[in-house]
């Protein structure tokens, strides 16, 4: 009877264990339909497939992707999903750092039709937990804390691969970086300026322009003036490679603002559609305009040896509190951040 009564407490004790082993929980920002606030709450812990690891995430960074999911502009939605692509952590008491792609495939060239980033569809870093795929975590470089390294992964490697890889910027090159005050647009702004390049920046407000200037720019010029263009011509004369991330009807002045065999890199579309490209400057002064969009698992660990050999901090415009998520994701709607926003998350 006792080793009856002692078996059958034994299977219930491991009864008890197994289902509360399956409903652990933790904190994290979840989006349940676009158009809403993200709402910090309980959710139930993932768990890691074959050949995935569970990072304790300590800080995560907002990207423009992040808003434009909260607007359903974005494609492959699905809801409730929690957001963010960049992280950094602790794996096994270790400091480490997620690179968000994932099946870029065998091609350097471009990336496979099922490539990803994670924080859709993967449940991303806003959150204590996350499950990425072993060979996506890297040590952590030494010389940056947890918010540094959370504010580097998928703005850096798009940087990253717009500036060498696609635009392949040399010493002295004279550099346009369009739009300065992201965080892609910072990033290939540091990069260039360590490769030894000559790096002007535009923006539509002066205290951007002058801090990128406080980075190591050599100038820079309010987009919004009107005679901007005749400006750089006439005290520049043109640029080896520009960077931009808005096209629009203003890309045909980067055209303008190209040197003859001058490369323009185009990584995004802020402002839409391009409608006033001019095809003779383009095939006259013999232009490559080059498409880039993130980066393969190569260019992510080459970034990190180069962040780590200048030992570079990523520019940081503010830290928040995981809970006050929403106001981070106003601040960058409203496009008031000169570099990162980035989530600090207490587990």
């Known amino acids: 009877m006792f ?31 676009k158009h809403q606030a993200l ?27 992040d808003v434009w999911i909260t607007k359903g502009l974005y494609p492959g939605l699905k809801f409730p999903c929690i957001l963010g692509s960049d992280g950094a952590g602790l794996l096994d008491g270790k400091a480490v750092i997620i690179n968000p792609s994932s099946n870029w495939g065998n091609n350097p060239s471009f990336q496979n039709k099922d490539y990803k980033i994670l924080g859709l569809p ?65 990033f290939a702004c540091q990069f260039a300026i360590a ?11 002066a205290s951007k322009i002058e801090k990128a200037i406080e980075l190591g720019a050599k100038g820079g010029a309010n987009y919004t003036s009107p005679d901007w263009v005749e400006q750089f011509q006439k005290n ?21 603002l190209a040197n003859f065999g001058g490369r323009i890199v185009l990584y995004g579309a802020t402002r839409g559609i391009i409608t006033e490209l001019n095809p003779r400057i383009v095939f006259w002064k013999q232009l490559s305009i080059l498409g880039s969009t993130m980066g393969n698992d190569e260019e992510f660990k080459d970034m990190l040896d180069f962040v780590d050999l200048y030992q570079m901090r990523p520019v940081i415009d503010e830290i928040f509190d995981i809970q006050d998520g929403n106001v981070a994701f106003e601040k960058m709607d409203k496009g008031l951040q000169f570099g990162k926003l980035v989530l600090r998350i207490d587990n």
């Open 3 to 33: 080793l009856h009564f002692s078996s059958y407490f034994g299977n219930l004790f491991k009864i008890s264990l197994f289902r509360f082993e399956k409903i652990s929980h933790m904190k994290a920002l979840v989006l349940k339909e």
């Open 236 to 256: 520049i004369g043109g640029f080896d490679l520009i960077i931009d991330s808005a096209g629009g009807g203003g890309f045909n002045n980067l055209v303008k």
């Open 39 to 65: 709402e910090y709450k309980d959710v139930e812990t993932p768990s890691p497939k074959e050949e995935e690891v569970l990072v304790d995430i300590k800080a995560a960074a907002l990207n423009h992707r």
């Open 122 to 186: 993967d449940d991303g870093t806003f959150a204590e937990k996350v499950c990425v795929p072993r060979n996506k975590v890297y040590p952590k470089p030494e010389h940056l804390s947890m918010e540094e390294a959370a504010a580097l992964p998928l703005a850096g490697l798009t940087a990253y691969r717009a500036l060498f890889s696609r635009g392949k910027v040399k010493q002295k090159d004279k550099v346009l970086i369009n739009g300065v005050g992201g965080g892609v647009a910072l």
């Open 195 to 205: 490769t030894g390049a000559d790096v002007y920046v535009t923006s539509s407000q």
